[in-house]
């Protein structure tokens, strides 16, 4: 089945330089005729290529915020992350507010569910039965990425279902509870994202019959209409936030672990950074650690490639923000974990683009790229259109580029050449008089 990206290239704006491509955490990108190529079968839609490109080549894939207009009762989700975004802010309430003065009906904040989540994690981590430790599936990008590359650890991805999928779920509920008169076509849910992997989350229904989003749009189209929208408020607003420190920390790194009120816990931010603590993990490295938050953005989500602030900005205005709320006023009323909230869609393990559906072609394949690697300087320049010299064997061996490419290799060759044949050459007319051996005159 395709998978639907969430990062595109804008050709005519991409100017082929090697930034994404030194920064693509999965060698997903190639410099081919002057411009950066993605690979769909490598993608992760993390966004670190829109985050570096020095030309905005890059960019997100969501819906736009007129997408509201295509429903009679449209709800807004805003993502935990959406209120470190502003400057000043004392009270959540406008933006609730805000949010609905730009033509949604309601909102059903994404921190609400996110306190459940925190709740029936804690649970789940006192089973006997499970795998440990327990990786968050918060992060698609890193949900995709293990189960790309990390087959022994997708039985330890969190079976939970995201809280933007509950908090989808709770909200057409209410609605439809409130509206009875409402179809199912008639309701509108949209999740306002603060990164493009939780839009293909959404586009690739990963949360299989039970995704109940409509739409994603980003937090930077909103953040310009809330800012317009909020700055003409008058009013304190009478709306408030139904959140507490624990749904609101969700945006921040660490605050999904320390929800777990459960000292053996790991959290790390920054994709490069999570794929170190997953080969560790994977090579048993580390161990005594019951729970695994890993964030692909720095900062968490707050450092999403579809937010506005700089992440630790962002960070320090939800310090501010959670300081005089309670620790969590969304509680289940139950210990027992409802079967809807949990994922029926198991993470397989599904490797990219393998060198050979056969294993012998696939063995020989592979004693070439190591054998074309031993020649090549191992540098890792990128100036070939790879990123490292083994990406660029591999290329080789699939026939997707060809060994004069490297051009370290061929300015060896070039010198090499102009050795044998630069005496009494033209070359040799160049030289200063006084390296010929001449007095100079």
Aim: charged share 25%; proline share 5%.
């Amino acid at each position: 089945m395709a998978y639907n990206h969430s990062v595109s290239l804008e050709l005519e704006k991409c100017k082929g330089c090697t930034t994404c491509l030194k920064r693509c955490p999965t060698e997903a990108i190639r410099i081919r005729d002057g411009h950066a190529v993605i690979s769909k079968d490598r993608c992760i839609d993390c966004g670190e290529c829109i985050k570096v490109c020095p030309y905005k080549a890059k960019r997100s894939v969501n819906d736009d915020l007129s997408v509201i207009e295509n429903f009679r009762y449209t709800i807004a989700l805003p993502a935990p992350s959406l209120y470190g975004q502003f400057d000043n802010m004392e009270n959540i309430g406008y933006i609730l507010r805000g949010l609905k003065q730009i033509g949604f009906d309601e909102v059903y904040e994404v921190a609400c569910a996110a306190e459940l989540v925190s709740a029936y994690t804690r649970q789940y981590l006192k089973r006997k039965d499970i795998k440990k430790p327990i990786i968050s599936s918060a992060c698609p990008a890193i949900v995709r990425m293990i189960s790309m590359n990390f087959p022994s650890l997708c039985d330890n991805i969190m079976p939970i279902l995201p809280p933007v999928d509950i908090a989808a779920h709770q909200a057409r509920k209410k609605a439809k509870e409130e509206h009875p008169e409402l179809s199912d076509s008639d309701i509108g849910v949209v999740f306002i994202s603060p990164c493009p992997a939780k839009v293909s989350y959404v586009k690739n229904n990963f949360a299989g019959d039970r995704n109940y989003i409509d739409a994603v749009v980003s937090i930077r189209d909103v953040y310009f209409r809330l800012v317009d929208v909020m700055n003409k408020m008058k009013e304190e607003p009478e709306e408030s936030t139904e959140a507490g420190m624990i749904g609101i920390g969700w945006a921040s790194t660490g605050g999904e672990s320390t929800a777990t009120f459960n000292e053996r816990y790991l959290a790390a931010d920054g994709i490069e950074n999570c794929i170190r603590v997953l080969d560790q993990i994977d090579n048993e490295d580390i161990k005594n650690i019951d729970f695994v938050e890993l964030n692909a953005c720095n900062g968490g989500c707050v450092g999403g490639a579809m937010t506005v602030a700089n992440a630790y900005i962002a960070q320090a205005r939800l310090q501010t923000l959670k300081r005089y709320l309670p620790v969590s006023p969304n509680r289940p009323a139950s210990q027992w974990i409802p079967d809807e909230f949990f994922n029926e869609n198991v993470v397989e393990y599904q490797p990219y683009n393998p060198l050979s559906e056969d294993f012998r072609t696939a063995r020989r394949m592979m004693k070439d790229i190591y054998s074309i690697a031993e020649n090549l300087p191992m540098i890792d320049c990128g100036s070939c259109g790879a990123p490292t010299c083994m990406a660029f064997a591999e290329d080789i061996v699939k026939g997707e580029a060809n060994a004069d490419e490297c051009t370290v290799i061929m300015r060896q060759l070039f010198h090499e050449q102009l050795a044998k044949y630069k005496e009494n050459s033209i070359f040799d007319k160049l030289k200063p008089r006084t390296e010929k051996g001449e007095d100079g005159e």
